[in-house]
T-cell receptor, first 116, second 112 residues
Framework: AQKVTQAQTEISVVEKEDVTLDCVYE???????LFWYKQPPSGELVFLIR??????QNEISGRYSWNFQKSTSSFNFTITASQVVDSAVYFC?????????????FGTGTRLLVSP | GAGVSQSPSNKVTEKGKDVELRCDPI?????LYWYRQSLGQGLEFLIY????????KSGLPSDRFSAERTGGSVSTLTIQRTQQEDSAVYLC??????????FGNGTRLTVT
């Protein structure tokens, strides 16, 4: 069965600090997809990144970076020089390959609080 | 184009009443998903549609919950005889093949 674990319930940092959000997943499939979503206080879920199981290259997008390591079944998310606007709940999710329409299974989320 | 649209945005109902929640997916998206998010909790999968059929309805909590999709577009989630534990935000999402999920803003259901 597929499972996503986000062990950090809440993280508090001061602006400009770097912060890493952990995500550990479980799956029996060799083909799968990993996602990160952001849910700001307004409530809408915003897609951040998708990574397939065959691509272990790390990715950087501005202040955001993602570290995918199949050896440890982890897909961690780092925000560099955090800002108050980064305050949100961040969800990691897993979708097994299947038909390409498989459901996403979400972790319980990590609430990030960035204070000025 | 327009995003995923859900209605109503808020619904307050009395325990025991039936409710219907509506989702209009992004035009052309084949797959449609329903999730539930209880206060301070993660996203709980309920059901997904591929076209008008539901290959996976494993997340529906009980037989009081049902969903349908017509014309490969609009979907309705129905909760019969609502209970207080049904109070949550019900989120709808749609996607194309192997693409990310695009979520609506949700329907906040409060059962009093």
């Amino acid at each position: 069965a597929q499972k996503v674990t986000q062990a950090q319930t809440e993280i508090s940092v001061v602006e400009k600090e770097d912060v890493t959000l952990d995500c550990v997943y479980e799956t029996r499939d060799t083909t799968y997809y990993l996602f990160w979503y952001k849910q700001p206080p307004s409530g809408e879920l915003v897609f951040l990144i998708r990574r397939n199981s065959f691509d272990e290259q790390n990715e950087i997008s501005g202040r955001y970076s993602w570290n995918f390591q199949k050896s440890t079944s982890s897909f961690n998310f780092t925000i560099t020089a955090s800002q108050v606007v980064d305050s949100a709940v961040y969800f990691c999710a897993l979708s097994e390959g299947g038909t390409g329409f498989q459901k996403l299974v979400f972790g319980t989320g990590t609430r990030l609080l960035v204070s000025p | 184009g327009a995003g995923v649209s859900q209605s109503p945005s808020n619904k307050v109902t009395e325990k025991g009443k039936d409710v219907e929640l509506r989702c209009d997916p992004i035009s052309g998206h084949t797959a449609l998903y329903w999730y539930r998010q209880s206060l301070g909790q993660g996203l709980e999968f309920l059901i997904y549609f591929q076209g008008n059929s539901a290959p996976d309805k494993s997340g529906l909590p009980s037989d009081r919950f049902s969903a349908e999709r017509t014309g490969g577009s609009v979907s309705t989630l129905t909760i019969q005889r609502t209970q207080q534990e049904d109070s949550a935000v019900y989120l709808c999402a749609s996607r194309e093949y192997n693409s990310p999920l695009h979520f609506g803003n949700g329907t906040r259901l409060t059962v009093t």
